[in-house]
């Protein structure tokens, strides 16, 4: 079965950064496209980053563009997030989610994760 | 960007009624559109893709409508662990986008 299990997170200061990983299983991860969606506490749902099957397309919510940087380990079955200059409005509970076979929808998601952004 | 707005933003029914929750594009997505359910303390779960097409697993009580600019998700039948928040969410272009989350509440 599907499985997704993120990792890294924690409490950073303001301007820190923090390096997310999700280890994927029970799918054929090197073909399918993964994002990581995020969700502040109380808060509702928002698409962060996803990046293509082969990792040549990425793309970014325009909140984290220039300071996040998605990746993948297509050898590892791993996906990553980069956060950098972080900011209090970062917090949030972290999600990883796999394309559904027609792309553009989650089909799967991890536990999530939760990044804590306080001096 | 797209902007996504569901209506109501909570919405209180008892066991057995007909619910339904409506997202509106802020410009056309086709049928591009998916609909979540998130249970408290949980990871969100795919109910509905490409506007109308149910997902495996999930019961046919649920079900989605619509194109172009405005859908809806419909519960036939509400039951006590249909209880969580529903979002719509637009795959038409990056960024993609979410609906602000309807809250479900059973009488």
């Known amino acids: 079965q599907v499985q997704l299990v993120e990792s890294g997170g924690g409490v950073v200061q303001p301007g820190g950064s923090l390096r997310l990983s999700c280890a994927a299983s029970?799918?054929?991860?090197?073909?399918?496209?993964m994002h990581w969606v995020r969700q502040a506490p109380g808060k509702g749902l928002e698409w962060v980053a996803f990046?293509?099957?082969?990792?040549?397309?990425?793309n970014y919510a325009y909140s984290v563009k220039g300071r996040f940087t998605i990746s993948r380990d297509n050898s590892k079955n791993t996906l990553s997030l980069q956060l950098s200059s972080l900011r209090a409005e970062d917090t949030a509970v972290y999600y990883c989610?796999?394309?559904?076979?027609?792309?553009?929808?989650?089909?799967?998601w991890g536990q999530g994760v939760l990044v804590t952004v306080s001096s | 960007d797209i902007q996504m707005t569901q209506s109501p933003s909570s919405v209180s029914a008892s066991v057995g009624d007909r619910v339904s929750i409506t997202c509106r594009a802020s410009?056309?997505?086709?049928?591009?559109l998916v609909w979540y359910q998130q249970k408290p303390g949980k990871a969100p779960k795919l109910l509905i893709y490409a506007a109308s097409s149910l997902q495996s697993g999930v019961p046919s009580r649920f079900s989605g409508s619509g194109s172009g600019t405005d859908f809806t998700l419909t519960i036939s039948s509400l039951q006590p662990e249909d209880l969580a928040t529903y979002y719509c969410?637009?795959?038409?272009?990056?960024?993609?986008?979410f609906g602000q989350g309807t809250k479900l509440e059973i009488k």
């Open positions: 990046v293509r099957y082969d990792g040549s397309t990425k």
């Open positions: 410009q056309g997505i086709r049928s591009w």
């Open positions: 989610a796999k394309d559904h076979d027609i792309g553009g929808y989650f089909d799967y």
């Open positions: 969410q637009q795959a038409n272009s990056f960024p993609y986008t």
């Open positions: 029970g799918f054929t991860f090197n073909t399918y496209g």
